[in-house]
């Protein structure tokens, strides 16, 4: 399963050589081989609308712009959409999901929409709006494409309890 990586750091110089390599591929004419997920080949129908599983990966670290530190992870397909910088409907966007399935640290609940009150805090592929959270935000739970909220595996994010049981 392919998964997007952070932008940042000391392999983020070979992910662009890997990338321009294989649109260097495409562009000559190559053919390269694409292996459905195991849910496409047993016939399940694709688009948005499937459910898919997630992978939890209880190891992967990650650091926000605050710098907040997580450990783990869950990789989940998703729509391509807009992050926002907090976890309501009437929140800035501050980056663009370009890629599916991508990484999440944590949720927490938010503004009600399509049914789940989720949200699930990540980085987009791209950043727009405010430059310092660097693309860090949340995405509603009716985006992702599983059948379950929240997702199993990944923990709530430690802010959103603390702000809870003080009433906030």
């Known amino acids: 399963m392919a998964v997007r990586r952070e ?6 110089r070979g992910r662009r050589i890997r990338r321009a390599a294989v649109v260097a ?16 080949a047993a016939g399940a129908a694709a688009g948005p609308a499937r459910a898919a599983s997630c992978e939890v990966r209880p190891d992967m670290r990650h650091t926000d712009w ?6 783990g992870d869950v990789v989940c397909p998703h729509n391509l959409v807009n992050t926002r910088v907090q976890s309501t409907t009437q929140s800035p966007v ?6 599916s ?9 938010g503004t009600p929409q399509q049914g789940s009150d989720i949200w699930y805090y ?8 405010n430059k310092r959270t660097k ?26 309890v603390t702000s809870t049981a003080a009433g906030g």
């Open 94 to 99: 501050n980056g663009r999901m370009a890629f």
């Open 25 to 40: 591929a495409v562009a000559g004419g190559a053919v390269l081989p694409v292996v459905p997920p195991a849910s496409m």
């Open 122 to 129: 990540t980085q987009a592929d791209s950043v727009s709006g």
């Open 7 to 12: 932008r940042h750091g000391p392999r983020a």
């Open 66 to 71: 605050t710098p907040m530190n997580f450990l």
């Open 135 to 160: 693309g860090w935000g949340y995405l509603p739970a009716a985006e992702l494409q599983v059948t379950k909220h929240p997702v199993p595996g990944l923990a709530r994010c430690s802010w959103s």
């Open 101 to 109: 399935p991508s990484w999440f640290v944590c949720w927490k609940p």
